[in-house]
């Protein structure tokens, strides 16, 4: 089931089973994606790491994530693009902007609860309905239903993910960090550089991140760019110089030095692994 308007807005909810996997693996500019995992066991590659997702995990992935299938399984896939719904313009109303899609060095999974899960099964069938109802209201309600599932999987998402622990000044200073994270990456390498695009401390950010008990904001940032590193060495035909250019690293040495520390081989090395070489 597709919909698409008359000013390049697109949205469609599909099934995807073992003769059909075209919907996930499918790059298409600017679209973001819901999985629903619908059977237990789901193998998939991720930017060349290995993922397995069970019955009722949803995860969150964007224009920039190279899937591969391993196993298979089956699953419900919702897609949409920018024209049909900004989860960046709408982000006071639904709280979403780094957390669900952007900013994220890993991929967000959730699992809902039984009372959620029923939520969640409502809206979407709703969700397919609406495709049948060719009028005027088509789209609008799209949209109602599309940010319904939004609000509902980032609330799961806060939950189990985040924690009650951290305030919501805090939230939303890890959630503005991570954004501009994944904006530029490429030439802001500092935890400094952000701060002063936030207006805050490199302390106060050290700080909000403490709270949440896992990475530091620098090894957020190097996460971000390691994940570009790896897509871009395993997936195109780049010169690693050049990659390390794109990256922001004025010398192809600096990168190495910076890839093999993370990575524990070296880029040339990584490269080799998807050509099968030693």
Avoid at 105 to 120: D, H
Avoid at 155 to 176: A, F, M, N, P, S
Wanted: with cysteine; net charge negative; charged share 25%.
């Amino acid at each position: 089931m597709i919909f698409e308007g008359n000013s390049g807005e697109y949205f469609d909810i599909q099934q995807v089973k073992s003769n059909n996997y075209n919907p996930l693996t499918a790059q298409r500019n600017e679209t973001l994606k819901i999985i629903w995992f619908k059977s237990d066991g789901a193998e998939l590659i991720i930017d060349s790491q290995s993922y397995i997702f069970n019955k009722n995990e949803i995860i969150f992935l964007t224009q920039f994530h190279q899937v591969s299938i391993v196993s298979d399984f089956e699953a419900e896939i919702l897609r949409f693009n920018r024209p049909f719904y900004c989860v960046i313009d709408h982000d006071s109303e639904v709280s979403c902007k780094g957390v669900l899609f952007y900013g994220s060095s890993e991929i967000p999974r959730i699992k809902m609860e039984k009372q959620e899960l029923e939520v969640l099964e409502t809206v979407w069938k709703l969700s397919v309905f609406e495709f049948e109802m060719q009028d005027s209201l088509q789209m609008e309600m799209l949209q109602m239903m599309l940010k319904r599932i939004l609000i509902l999987c980032t609330r799961v998402y806060k939950k189990c993910c985040i924690g009650e622990h951290v305030d919501t000044q805090q939230h939303d200073l890890i959630r503005e960090f991570n954004y501009l994270v994944e904006k530029h990456f490429k030439t802001k390498h500092a935890v400094s550089d952000y701060a002063d695009l936030l207006y805050k401390s490199p302390k106060t950010i050290s700080n909000s991140f403490k709270k949440l008990g896992s990475k530091s904001p620098l090894q957020f940032i190097h996460d971000r760019i390691m994940l570009e590193a790896r897509r871009l060495l395993w997936y195109t035909e780049q010169d690693i110089s050049e990659i390390a250019y794109d990256l922001g690293y004025s010398d192809i040495q600096s990168f190495s030095r910076f890839f093999k520390k993370n990575q524990l081989i070296s880029p040339r090395e990584y490269r080799n692994l998807r050509e099968g070489k030693n």
